[in-house]
């Protein structure tokens, strides 16, 4: 589950809830109350009132009555002044509010006479009207207060997390003394949350300690027998004796030596973290390495008769490791070549980008944004092709690594272009 609002605003919400709600309960109760009283005494008051204030009219024509309450006796025809709002109430208790007055009426009938008690509250409605407004204002305060309480509250709450997620954030996975955070917390849920992420930053940096010293023992091993396949070579093309066939059999092998010996530092500088990767960078040709990849694969594509081919209008400059470049035009063009049975593949140069294209099966469209994940193949390509699935993800991280874009578009009437673009600067 997705939350788009962080602890602290999830928490203030959470407290302006609660608030409205007793707030809301309290200000509902209050004016029940207020109404049902209202209700009880002032109607049952005047029930009291209208029986002897009857039994006295019938005695006497003006009775006296008590101070608010006037009486109106309706016969055939209504007194002349006898009030517009009092016409059309036929029920036994009713209440008239008229702009700034408020009136309780009683009407009681005996025969053909109607009697109508009417009293006066318009006091009791200003007060009833203060009482509201001074509840409206005390619930707006208890609102805006739940707010302020809700941050101050939110802010203690989540200290501890935000303590931790800067730790997190922080860490530095080569430090030997790495702190443990979890002394800092107590046996709560925040400081199980710290102990867990202690244990998986120990966990992560004995597993990479341990993959750098693999790495850097691959890197020391390698190096020895490609040193002296790289000095027999020189030794073999020393020699006069050779006949052109064989002396350039020990020339792929002698630059194949080299390029082994750049390979495992440049897979040694990818598993590194690097700050300032363009540190290392250099100008160079990308016509030459394309032309040397495209050779070498001429070299060693057997049974399969393509012959790459490269279309170059401009000499296109490029800033990088040139071993790296060399890998990622080598990983296409082998993408290439598993994937076209019939056709050609071209490689071409433009000023700012570098097309290599196939006539073969190409990729489904839904599988463009997945096919540079490692070991990720097509399925429906997975019996066609030899790979792993490791070389465009390879492509894509050195192309990463250097800040190049890295895309895949259809070619009628079947097959697939990949197209590095380099920076505007590298032309």
Same mark, same amino acid.
């Given at each position: 589950?997705?939350?788009?609002?962080?602890?602290?605003?999830?928490?203030?919400i959470?407290?302006?809830?609660?608030?409205?709600?007793?707030?809301?309960a309290? %200000?509902?109760? $209050?004016?029940?109350?207020?109404?049902?009283?209202?209700? /009880? *005494?002032?109607?049952?008051? +005047?029930?009291?009132? !209208?029986?002897?204030?009857?039994?006295?009219?019938?005695?006497?024509?003006?009775?006296?009555?008590?101070?608010?309450?006037?009486?109106?006796?309706?016969?055939?025809?209504?007194?002349?002044?006898?009030?517009?709002?009092l016409?059309?109430?036929?029920?036994?208790h009713?209440?008239i509010?008229?702009?700034?007055?408020?009136?309780?009426?009683?009407?009681?009938?005996?025969?053909?006479?109607?009697?109508y008690?009417?009293?006066?509250?318009?006091?009791?409605?200003?007060?009833?009207?203060?009482?509201?407004?001074?509840?409206?204002?005390g619930?707006?305060?208890?609102?805006?207060?739940?707010?302020?309480?809700?941050?101050?509250?939110?802010?203690?709450?989540? %200290?501890?997390? $935000?303590?931790?997620?800067?730790?997190?954030?922080?860490? /530095? *996975?080569?430090d030997?003394? +790495?702190?443990?955070? !979890?002394?800092?917390?107590?046996?709560?849920e925040?400081?199980?949350?710290a102990?867990?992420?202690?244990?998986y930053a120990?966990?992560?940096?004995?597993?990479?300690?341990?993959?750098?010293?693999?790495?850097?023992?691959v890197?020391?091993?390698l190096?020895?027998?490609?040193?002296?396949?790289?000095?027999?070579?020189?030794?073999?093309?020393?020699?006069?004796s050779?006949?052109?066939?064989r002396?350039?059999?020990?020339?792929?092998?002698?630059?194949?030596?080299?390029i082994m010996?750049?390979?495992?530092?440049?897979?040694?500088?990818?598993?590194?973290?690097?700050?300032?990767?363009?540190?290392?960078?250099?100008?160079?040709?990308?016509?030459?390495?394309?032309?040397?990849? $495209?050779?070498?694969?001429?070299?060693?594509?057997?049974?399969?008769?393509?012959?790459?081919? +490269?279309?170059?209008?401009?000499?296109?400059?490029?800033?990088?490791?040139?071993?790296?470049?060399r890998?990622?035009?080598?990983?296409?063009?082998?993408?290439?070549?598993?994937?076209?049975?019939?056709?050609?593949?071209?490689?071409k140069?433009?000023p700012?980008?570098?097309?290599?294209?196939?006539?073969?099966?190409?990729?489904?469209?839904?599988?463009?944004?997945?096919?540079?994940?490692?070991?990720?193949?097509?399925?429906?390509?997975?019996?066609?092709?030899?790979?792993?699935?490791?070389?465009?993800?390879?492509?894509?991280?050195?192309?990463?690594?250097h800040?190049?874009?890295?895309?895949?578009?259809?070619?009628q009437?079947h097959?697939?272009?990949?197209?590095?673009?380099?920076?505007?600067?590298?032309?």
């Amino acid at each position: 589950m997705k939350f788009k609002q962080n602890l602290r605003t999830r928490l203030v919400i959470a407290f302006f809830l609660l608030t409205l709600t007793l707030c809301g309960a309290f %200000a509902i109760g $209050i004016f029940s109350i207020i109404h049902s009283l209202e209700s /009880d *005494l002032f109607y049952r008051h +005047l029930d009291q009132d !209208a029986e002897w204030i009857i039994k006295a009219a019938k005695k006497e024509s003006a009775p006296v009555l008590p101070s608010g309450i006037k009486l109106y006796i309706v016969n055939d025809t209504p007194p002349p002044d006898f009030p517009e709002y009092l016409k059309d109430l036929k029920k036994d208790h009713a209440e008239i509010i008229l702009d700034n007055e408020a009136y309780h009426v009683v009407i009681r009938e005996e025969g053909a006479i109607r009697y109508y008690l009417v009293q006066d509250q318009s006091q009791f409605e200003s007060l009833e009207q203060s009482i509201g407004i001074t509840i409206i204002i005390g619930f707006i305060i208890a609102l805006a207060g739940s707010i302020w309480l809700g941050y101050a509250t939110a802010n203690r709450i989540i %200290a501890p997390v $935000i303590e931790l997620s800067s730790w997190v954030k922080n860490i /530095d *996975l080569a430090d030997t003394e +790495l702190k443990d955070i !979890a002394r800092d917390y107590s046996n709560d849920e925040v400081g199980l949350l710290a102990n867990a992420f202690s244990q998986y930053a120990q966990k992560l940096q004995v597993f990479l300690e341990r993959e750098k010293l693999f790495t850097g023992d691959v890197s020391h091993e390698l190096r020895t027998p490609l040193m002296v396949i790289s000095s027999s070579c020189e030794l073999l093309l020393a020699e006069e004796s050779h006949d052109d066939k064989r002396h350039e059999i020990i020339t792929r092998i002698h630059r194949s030596s080299k390029i082994m010996r750049s390979l495992v530092d440049t897979f040694l500088t990818l598993s590194r973290e690097n700050k300032n990767p363009s540190a290392n960078f250099s100008a160079f040709k990308a016509k030459q390495i394309v032309q040397e990849e $495209i050779d070498d694969l001429k070299n060693i594509s057997g049974a399969n008769k393509l012959k790459p081919s +490269l279309i170059a209008d401009c000499d296109l400059i490029v800033e990088g490791v040139p071993q790296m470049f060399r890998v990622v035009i080598r990983n296409l063009l082998r993408n290439a070549l598993h994937h076209t049975q019939q056709g050609s593949i071209l490689v071409k140069i433009y000023p700012d980008s570098i097309h290599v294209e196939d006539s073969g099966s190409g990729i489904p469209e839904e599988f463009k944004n997945s096919i540079f994940k490692r070991h990720y193949r097509v399925a429906s390509l997975e019996n066609k092709s030899q790979g792993e699935g490791i070389g465009l993800s390879i492509v894509k991280r050195i192309c990463d690594f250097h800040g190049w874009q890295i895309g895949v578009e259809a070619v009628q009437p079947h097959g697939s272009r990949f197209i590095i673009t380099f920076a505007p600067s590298e032309k």
